[in-house]
């Protein structure tokens, strides 16, 4: 018999991007509430702290022939919902693959699945054709998107009427902490995955180049790990910024780097709800973000916590990192107002509205 009280939430690991972080994040709120919370992780990558039961398929099958490896772990996880009794279920994980999702659906069964959508790029979560995303997910309990564009966009194409946005909750820091060792006096801040493609830090590297803000000793800190790691280092060398842009790997925390900056700065082609942003207001750092699909402009006050600028425009860019180091009222401005501007994003408050999705 399910157990209405057990929950799985199947992400692809706990470490590295906006999403992981949120699904650790959830485990925690849904153990707050008294759920019985099962982490089921495709990648072998444990870099946040959880909460509940942990089944790391990547350790368990990571030796496992490539071909038979998927199989393998899609009849281990029905067993495991099975034997443990789960009721529900909340999928995190990007599903571009057809016919992995089909396979999917017969595990999950009959029990309540919550698939969310983290990204306006909805072919990493949803089947192009109308008759597939309806078979895949238009009985689901619930489709949950961490945008009110993204929620939009989706019933605008697939005509889904089981939709609720919830946006992803931040933390607030408690206090100031001491800041790294050897990092620059002033400096902007980006950090994430180094996935060019999607993050555009080519975008960052040129708008910093054109700000001229090396010559004011303004220093550009790169926080992350990803695929382009080499392509983005080849860059700054190419522009000789060597000096003046710094590439450092993952942090697990990364809250004094955010509370020491001038601002974060946030470049990509396009988005779901960036948690940069939100966990830098959070943290009492200003914002730029570009006027990307989608997340930013529900996010950034334009003038007010931050600024909020024309995307794939190099220029507009500079001079919005030019304006938060010379515009010292707008800055101070933009500082005052940051963590005001994300309140109704707290812990508390997103675990509430999950309270009320999982009972209704």
């Not at 995190?92 to 017969?106: D, G, H, V």
Request: glycine share 6%; aromatic share 10%.
């Amino acid at each position: 018999m399910k157990n209405n009280n057990a929950i799985a939430i199947v992400s692809a690991s706990l470490g590295l991007g906006g999403a992981e972080r949120f699904a650790s994040l959830l485990g925690f709120m849904l153990t707050d509430l008294g759920y019985e919370v099962h982490h089921v992780i495709i990648l072998d990558i444990v870099d946040y702290e959880y909460r509940g039961k942990l089944v790391n398929l990547g350790k368990l099958f990571g030796k496992e022939n490539f071909l038979m490896r998927g199989s393998k772990k899609g009849v281990y996880i029905a067993d495991y919902l099975r034997q443990n009794n789960i009721g529900a279920i909340v999928d995190i994980r990007s599903r571009p693959m057809l016919l992995r999702e089909i396979f999917t659906k017969w595990i999950y069964g009959n029990r309540k699945n919550y698939f969310m959508i983290h990204s306006s790029n909805l072919e990493m979560y949803l089947p192009k054709s109308l008759f597939w995303a309806q078979y895949l997910y238009g009985k689901s309990t619930k489709l949950v998107f961490v945008s009110k564009e993204i929620e939009a966009k989706v019933k605008a194409k697939y005509g889904f009427t089981n939709v609720k946005t919830i946006y992803n909750p931040v933390i607030f820091p408690e206090t100031l902490e001491l800041k790294p060792k050897s990092l620059p006096e002033n400096y902007f801040l980006f950090f994430g995955r180094l996935e060019d493609k999607i993050k555009n830090l080519s975008l960052l590297i040129e708008a910093y180049e054109l700000s001229g803000l090396k010559d004011s000793a303004v220093h550009l800190l790169i926080i992350g790990d990803g695929s382009d790691k080499e392509i983005v280092l080849n860059k700054i060398k190419s522009k000789n910024l060597d000096s003046f842009v710094h590439v450092l790997p993952f942090q697990k925390d990364i809250v004094p780097y955010i509370q020491h900056a001038k601002a974060t700065v946030l470049t990509s082609h396009f988005e779901g709800f960036p948690m940069s942003l939100v966990e830098s207001l959070a943290a009492g750092t200003p914002v730029i973000a570009v006027d990307c699909e989608t997340g930013p402009r529900e996010i950034v006050q334009n003038e007010n916590n931050g600024l909020l600028v024309e995307n794939h425009n190099p220029n507009a860019l500079a001079h919005a990192m030019n304006r938060m180091i010379v515009e010292e009222n707008l800055y101070q401005t933009c500082k005052n107002n940051a963590q005001k501007s994300v309140e109704h994003l707290s812990l508390n408050t997103i675990t509430k509205e999950w309270h009320n999705l999982l009972t209704e």
